[in-house]
Every structure is written in structure tokens, then in C-alpha cells.
């Protein structure tokens, strides 16, 4: 399968805790993106890179939350001092460099923090 | 700010049953307008995109159209296996998507 990989598919994590998440995007796409998704809603952005390069956050990446791209492959998200409302599914997509390339997502890593 | 609204929230369908799910949105600049189905507990799966008003898609039983100010989903004599949330999303910048909350469609036999 070549799809977008996340790991691990679930994590729960006492609030205070820190939590880092793994993505792994289609291997020939440089551009590599963070959403979070909660029950009922559709997918927020959060963060993207283009290779290793973070091009744009938006203001719901609170200081506690940190992106890697470190080689322009696999990509980490990591939480800092969790907090309850940090509960949610965490999405990474990749996509082609061009314009208009559809985002292909992976099945996500759901979190709890208990 | 760019702002996508889907209706309605859930449909529910007998099978072969035909309907539409609405996106409605409003942006600076559409560079595009993307469908999606998500299955609970699975990521996004991409199905559409429309670039222009008056740009049509099909794919099976669906076909999604796109106008200025909004988009359809038409789901045409829909099965069991239709049943998913289907979300709108919409492409101001490059690469980034906005997304609506989704309608959740079930189709029952």
C-alpha cells in the first residue's frame, strides 16, 4: 500500500503528558499537511510543509505543539503538556507540488487525553 | 474570511432514492472546490475537484457541480455502500484546504 501512514492509529495520554505522532506521505509528494478533526466537524488546518521547509501555521498550533519535517520525508507532530480539549483526531495528507493537487489523507491518529 | 457551509447536516435515504447535499461557500480567489467521503474512524477520501462555475464531475453514482457561490453533490439511486459523511472543502491558497463539517449520509435497503 501506498498510501498516507500514520502511527499509531490511537493514543491515550494523561493531560500533562507529552505525545508525538508520526506521518509518513506518499512518497513522490513534497508537500505535507496537519489537520485535527473533532466529532461532528469537518478537518482543521494546521500546519504544512513544503519539503522541509514549514510554510504556513495557523493560530489553533498553540506554542505546545511543534512540526517536524526534518528531511523532507516523514513528518512528526508533537504535544506538549496535553490538555483535554487537545482530544481529537489528528489527520496528515501529502499531495503533489502543483497547484490544485488533491490532498490524499491518512486514516489518522485518534487522541485521548484522560 | 473564507467560510464553507454544508446542508443539510444528515440525510438519511432509502435505497435508490435519489438526493443532493449543498456546499455553499464564500472566498477570495477559489482555486478550487473539493469533495471528500470519510468513513467513521478512516481518513478523507478524495473524490472531486471542480475548478470553474458551470464544471461538472461523475463518478458512479455521484456527480458534483459547481456554480460562484456554491457546489452539489447529487447522489443518483444511492446503495447501502453510499452511506458515509461527504465533505466540501474549498482551495484559497496554495495547497491548503477549508473544509465544511460534512453531511452525513445513510442509506438504508
Known amino acids: 500500500d501506498t498510501g498516507v501512514s500514520q502511527d499509531p492509529r490511537h493514543k491515550i495520554t494523561k493531560r500533562g503528558q507529552n505525545v508525538t505522532f508520526r506521518c509518513d506521505p506518499i512518497s513522490e509528494h513534497n508537500r505535507l499537511y496537519w489537520y485535527r478533526q473533532t466529532l461532528g466537524q469537518g478537518p482543521e488546518f494546521l500546519t504544512y510543509f513544503q519539503n522541509e521547509a514549514q510554510l504556513e501555521k495557523s493560530r489553533l498550533l498553540s506554542d505546545r505543539f511543534s512540526a517536524e519535517r526534518p528531511k523532507g520525508s516523514f513528518s512528526t507532530l508533537e504535544i506538549q503538556r496535553t490538555e483535554q480539549g487537545d482530544s481529537a483526531m489528528y489527520l496528515c495528507?501529502?499531495?503533489?507540488?502543483?497547484?490544485?493537487?488533491?490532498?490524499?489523507f491518512g486514516n489518522g491518529t485518534r487522541l485521548t487525553v484522560t | 474570511e473564507d467560510q464553507v457551509t454544508q446542508s443539510p447536516e444528515a440525510l438519511r435515504l432509502q435505497e435508490g432514492e435519489s438526493s443532493s447535499l449543498n456546499c455553499s461557500y464564500t472566498v477570495s480567489g477559489l482555486r478550487g472546490l473539493f469533495w471528500y467521503r470519510q468513513d467513521p474512524g478512516k481518513g478523507p477520501e478524495f473524490l472531486f475537484t471542480?475548478?470553474?462555475a458551470g464544471e461538472e464531475k461523475e463518478k458512479e453514482r455521484l456527480k458534483a457541480t459547481l456554480t460562484k457561490k456554491e457546489s452539489f453533490l447529487h447522489i443518483t439511486a444511492p446503495k447501502p455502500e453510499d452511506s458515509a459523511t461527504y465533505l466540501c472543502a474549498v482551495q484559497a491558497a496554495w495547497g491548503k484546504l477549508q473544509f465544511g463539517a460534512g453531511t452525513q449520509v445513510v442509506v438504508t435497503p
Open positions: 495528507a501529502s499531495s503533489q507540488d502543483t497547484p490544485q493537487s488533491p490532498l490524499h
Open positions: 471542480l475548478y470553474s
